[in-house]
């Protein structure tokens, strides 16, 4: 082979060789699409849980968990049954420390501004300020349904986006604090801000809670997991094992007490 025949050989190979080590560009994934395009902020967070025609079906919620309750300087670990009535503002959950098992179960009522203890023969009222608080505690499980926030006299307002994409909305809404809800740039929920009244009548209360995981009833999409804080420090943190979103109420006697459990004393004699 002739010297130049040579020089052509080589330059064909290392041209060869760049072509082989140049790095391909990955393929361009499509752009995911946007949760919000031409949707309110409250619409596409609709659609992410389920969607109003699911949501909107919903007579009562109910799960059963574990949780970890951290309050008066101890952490106690319970099992919990949970039962909320979110167009009626009804609710009630039943727990107990995993030692102790479910016969000695506590169970508190909350309906209409009053709240109960429940145990098993007696329902004692609670004081106005523990009861407030019941109250607005489980308000957040009616705000979470979404559907209920287009109701009437209830405010929603959206305020100014994250730079992560989050979305946020201010709600007001009848016999409830207000609400601070945040969506992740798929429209799920993922955090809920509010302040509640102290039960012991102290300084109202900063309430962070926190939702992640999902778990799903007749396409209904509700988190699995829900951490909730108080001025900053750990309360509440839950997990769901089990959830239904029912599309009728259910007869609820508690199985722990003598009573049907179906309505306060008051109630019953009024009736």
């Not at 361009?28 to 079906?57: F, M, N, R, T």
């Not at 007579?59 to 101890?74: I, N, R």
């Not at 750990?234 to 239904?244: K, L, R, T």
């Amino acid at each position: 082979m002739t010297l130049f025949n040579r020089g052509i050989m080589a330059v064909a190979l290392v041209a060869l060789g760049a072509c082989a080590s140049a790095p391909q560009e990955a393929p361009v994934a499509a752009a995911a699409p946007d949760a919000y395009s031409g949707k309110s902020v409250l619409d596409a967070a609709i659609e992410a849980a389920g969607g109003q025609a699911a949501l909107s079906q919903v007579k009562e919620l109910e799960w059963k968990g574990s949780a970890t309750v951290s309050a008066e300087g101890k952490t106690t670990e319970i099992s919990l049954e949970t039962v909320l009535r979110p167009q009626s503002h009804w609710a009630r959950s039943t727990s107990w420390t995993k030692a102790d098992g479910p016969k000695k179960a506590r169970t508190i009522q909350a309906e209409q501004g009053k709240a109960w203890t429940v145990n098993v023969v007696n329902w004692t009222p609670m004081p106005e300020a523990q009861a407030i608080h019941e109250n607005q505690q489980f308000s957040l499980y009616s705000a979470m349904m979404l559907v209920g926030l287009k109701g009437e006299g209830v405010t929603v307002r959206e305020t100014a986006p994250g730079k992560d994409g989050t979305r946020n909305l201010h709600v007001e809404r009848p016999n409830a604090p207000p609400v601070d809800l945040r969506f992740n740039a798929s429209g799920k929920l993922i955090q809920a801000a509010m302040t509640v009244k102290d039960a012991k009548g102290g300084a109202d209360i900063a309430e962070v809670a926190k939702f992640s995981g999902e778990i799903v009833s007749n396409g209904v999409k509700w988190p699995k997991k829900i951490v909730i804080e108080q001025n900053g420090a750990p309360y509440f943190d839950m997990e769901i094992a089990s959830f239904e979103a029912n599309t009728a109420t259910k007869p609820r006697p508690l199985t722990h007490t003598l009573d049907d459990g179906q309505t306060p004393p008051g109630e019953q004699d009024a009736g």
